[in-house]
């Protein structure tokens, strides 16, 4: 047996260096990261990468922020296994590997000129706010922006500074709730979907893209069909685990669909035709 | 694309000649009906006669646990990649295997490339040899049309009375062929009985199952919901034999190997399957495909319906290694009828 | 930082678990490069009187006299390592879980049984918190090279909850059914390497079940092979019938 050096494969990593650090909740934690010589990711909104430590492993993370600030770009990582746990150890200053972006992200020409809202439940205002960040450095490209936020608990919520600003922001209707709260909880408490009929819309002129977790998906979807909105124009990210990144390996398979490659964010029109996608 | 004779008497030389240039892999007898391809270097090693091996020649091609790249932390994340290859000529490979490995290539040539399979299938020499009857009932290579060469090979055997005709199909197989001396001229009487082969086998291997080449995606699409997949399901018992054994599941996972020292090691792939119930779990612990009958039905998918749609091709070879292989017998062709009764 | 500190300890068993990490060979020089061995019975005399970095336990636990010593152990440690079938599940020790635990003394000490008091047999992660396991009968060497790093690195082991038939496929064995013999491999959890099947013997089952086997599924292949469920469930019970008894 004879061992070859290849230098392009898939599988390559760029060594990232960790810029910066900021603790989110208990469980998460945002990492700014530079690629080597500055480089930019050059990502879409709702990609994602694979990031690796050697000896540990290996995980997908989606990208949180948009291409639009500055060069480096900055993951939320959820200490929730292996390489998530390593990877809340590591201080300013050490290196990660990155691979990628992968995938299909968020649709921006479609949404370009029209009224959209945007929904995110827990985690998946990580993804969210790539997209929510990219449309408020082009706000005059888009229509009205509805943006809707579910967590579980106050103490459970990302980004606080952020959603203050989203709050404050006149070109934008932010609205949160929370699934339970002590009595001191001056906002709304409720699931996601109770926020969902509050939101005056015009349904042929309106995008909507939802990010969160699988189970919540198909009664965001109902509602969102209620409220007239085209399945066309409702986009959801899945969630699978994307292992090789490159089609291949079968643990992000939904039936014909390699979600590394093909998604992960899908129109619903496309995802009702994969039966047990969501 | 040319054809040359070998006489049966000189098939030992053959091997010979090829085992002095590089490593020969062919099929070996382990007793109890069963085979594996290993390594060999004179005839009289080889099982010509053979059902398929255990494990199907995919094995070269993309090894049980493969390195991708060698990395080494001391000094932050440096990484190398490789491929471990090895020059090989596998002899006496069926044309189901042959069509699997076709399928094989398909899936890591299509975009984005995988380089570390493309490499080190440039280091192997396939030599194909024809089945003249069925290996055994579990076999369905007829409704898939592959009892017959379809390419994929360097050279191909078909065993005559006397000697082998030989299919020259590339360069490198033309090149063997010429460097062994050992060939001769094609001649009226192979062709004729090479013909004749051809005709008996048309009466031999008929469609295992009453189903249409090309209506076969649709059978899949049209019985997703079928109670069929319940009952597979419950004998299923998830042991991942029949991927293992697939000569086109593909399937792996990745996953780092340090070394004693802690800062040097490897990154491998190795084997794995939609078969175990890990398999397509995600970080916040949701399975999605919980129950057997999910994976039993993706699985049979993954051969049927889904490759169709997107390299166009059915994926099983009709090799019948899953059928035969199962623990809980869950036949492929038994399922296949199950599906066309319940569609009824 | 010195090198961590590493005991080895027997609880109930053969010792054979030690024996195999006596005879790691080369790998076992590599091994004392990375750690600071400060007990281990079978190999030194020496005796450590501080805090362990990584506590290596083998053996079940069978009396109460063996209770407080696995629980100073745990006490003393940061890590705790169980390795070897009679510590991880309870191993042959747990045959005597299935007669009343006076049938048993009664059988092995005769009219001595007050000399020797004893318990029904727990595994160590009956008694005090395990951080790894490392199964088997006796415990497959790479697969304690792979936990050790693991365990030095902090990173987790999860051990591979998939049938032993992967790994049999993986070195291409002739199925053992197929040579008309019962073998466990089915339902042990892999993490062997087959190690047994690949020298000709079966599976035992010593790493412990999967943890979600069909088990109508199994009866109904049991059936098919013409073998008698209950003489399986007696091969299973050799070692699992601890992990069994307390399962409910």
């Known amino acids: ?278 | 694309m040319n054809q040359t004779l070998l006489p049966k008497t000189r098939l030992d030389d053959f091997i010979r000649f090829l085992s002095a240039r590089q490593k020969v892999i062919a099929p070996v007898s382990l007793g109890n009906n069963q085979y594996k391809f290993d390594e060999v270097s004179s005839l009289d090693e080889i099982s010509l006669h053979y059902i398929p091996t255990i494990l199907p020649p995919k094995k070269y091609y993309m090894p049980q646990h493969e390195t991708l790249l060698k990395y080494d932390v001391s000094k932050g994340q440096e990484m190398e990649a490789v491929v471990e290859v090895e020059e090989l000529v596998l002899f006496g490979v069926h044309t189901c295997d042959l069509a699997g490995i076709q399928c094989l290539n398909m899936v890591f040539s299509d975009r984005p490339k995988d380089l570390h399979y493309l490499i080190r299938k440039n280091y192997l020499t396939l030599i194909g040899l024809e089945c003249n009857d069925y290996c055994d009932s579990y076999a369905n290579c007829a409704m898939l049309r592959n009892h017959l060469p379809k390419g994929g090979h360097d050279l191909f055997f078909t065993e005559l009375a006397d000697c082998y005709y030989v299919h020259v199909n590339t360069h490198r197989g033309d090149e063997l062929v010429e460097k062994s001396g050992l060939f001769d001229e094609m001649n009226t009487q192979a062709e004729g009985e090479l013909a004749e082969l051809r005709t008996r086998k048309k009466e031999r291997f008929k469609s295992e199952v009453a189903i249409r080449y090309q209506d076969i995606p649709r059978l899949f699409d049209e019985t997703f919901e079928s109670p069929v997949w319940e009952d597979v399901g419950n004998r299923c018992l998830a042991c991942g034999n029949c991927t293992n054994v697939c000569p086109t599941c593909y399937c792996f996972d990745v996953m780092d190997e340090p070394d004693l020292d802690l800062t040097k090691g490897r990154r491998i792939r190795v084997w794995d399957s939609c078969q175990h119930e890990v398999f397509a779990k995600v970080a916040g612990g949701e399975s999605f495909r919980e129950e057997r009958k999910d994976r039993k039905r993706h699985r049979f998918n993954r051969k049927f319906k889904y490759p169709v749609d997107r390299y166009r091709r059915i994926f099983c070879t009709g090799c019948g290694r899953c059928s035969r292989t199962c623990m809980a017998k869950i036949d492929l062709k038994e399922t296949i009828n199950a599906l066309m009764e319940e569609r009824e | 930082m010195g090198r961590p500190k590493v005991a080895f300890f027997d609880l109930s068993c053969c010792e054979g678990c030690q024996l195999q990490v006596a005879n790691l060979g080369e790998d076992l020089l590599d091994v004392l490069e990375l750690i600071d061995l400060v007990e281990f019975r079978e190999v030194m005399s020496e005796k450590w009187e501080g805090r362990y970095d990584l506590a290596i336990v083998e053996g079940s636990v069978v009396n109460d006299e063996s209770e407080q010593r696995v629980r100073q152990i745990r006490d003393r440690c940061n890590v705790l390592i169980a390795y070897g079938s009679c510590a991880t599940i309870g191993g042959v020790n747990g045959m005597k879980n299935r007669r009343p635990i006076e049938e048993s003394q009664a059988a092995v000490y005769g009219d001595k049984t007050d000399w020797f008091p004893a318990t029904k047999t727990r595994t160590v992660d009956q008694v005090v918190k395990v951080d790894y396991y490392i199964h088997g009968c006796p415990i497959y060497p790479p697969e304690f090279i792979k936990v050790l790093k693991a365990a030095l690195a902090g990173l987790s082991y999860p051990v591979p909850d998939f049938a032993v038939c992967v790994e049999c496929k993986f070195n291409e064995n002739v199925c053992m059914y197929d040579k008309g013999v019962t073998c466990l491999g089915p339902i042990t959890r892999a993490g062997c390497n087959s190690w047994c099947i690949n020298a000709g013997n079966v599976c035992y089952g010593c790493r412990g079940m999967v943890s979600n086997p069909n088990r109508n599924g199994a009866e109904d292949v049991l059936r098919r092979y013409d073998l008698n469920p209950e003489l399986i469930a007696n091969k299973m019970m050799m070692y699992n019938a601890a992990k069994e008894s307390t399962d409910e």
Request: aromatic share 8%; glycine share 10%.
């Open chain 1, 1 to 278: 047996m004879e061992t070859v050096t290849i230098n392009h494969t898939g599988y390559h990593i760029k060594r990232g260096k960790i810029r910066g650090i900021t603790p989110l909740t208990a469980m998460e934690k945002m990492f700014e990261i530079e690629l080597p010589g500055g480089d930019a990711l050059d990502h879409d909104p709702g990609q994602f990468v694979e990031v690796s430590l050697f000896g540990v492993g290996e995980a997908p993370i989606s990208i949180c922020s948009s291409p639009t600030r500055r060069d480096n770009f900055e993951l939320t990582v959820r200490a929730a296994g292996r390489l998530t746990e390593a990877l809340h150890q590591l201080q300013v200053g050490d290196e990660v590997g990155i691979r990628g972006p992968f995938g299909v992200g968020f649709p921006i020409v479609p949404l370009e000129g029209n009224d959209i809202l945007l929904i995110a439940g827990g985690l998946g205002i990580a993804p969210l706010r790539s997209l929510i960040n990219f449309v408020i450095d082009n706000r005059r490209d888009f229509g009205k922006v509805d943006i809707l936020l579910g967590c579980r608990d106050p103490q459970s919520m990302l980004f606080c500074e952020e959603l203050a600003y989203w709050e404050e922001r006149i070109d934008i209707n932010f609205c949160c709730s929370v699934d339970r709260a002590a009595p001191d909880w001056a906002g709304n408490i409720g699931v996601i979907t109770s926020l969902i009929p509050g939101v005056t819309l015009d349904p042929l002129k309106t995008f909507s893209v939802v990010c969160g977790p699988p189970v919540m998906y198909r009664f965001v979807v109902d509602e969102l069909l209620q409220k007239g909105i085209p399945e066309k124009q409702i986009y959801l990210s899945l969630e699978r685990h994307m292992k090789c990144g490159l089609g291949k390996c079968g643990h992000c398979q939904i039936h014909d669909v390699y979600c590394c490659q093909d998604g992960p964010v899908f129109s619903y029109d496309v995802v009702k035709q994969i039966k047990g996608a969501i």
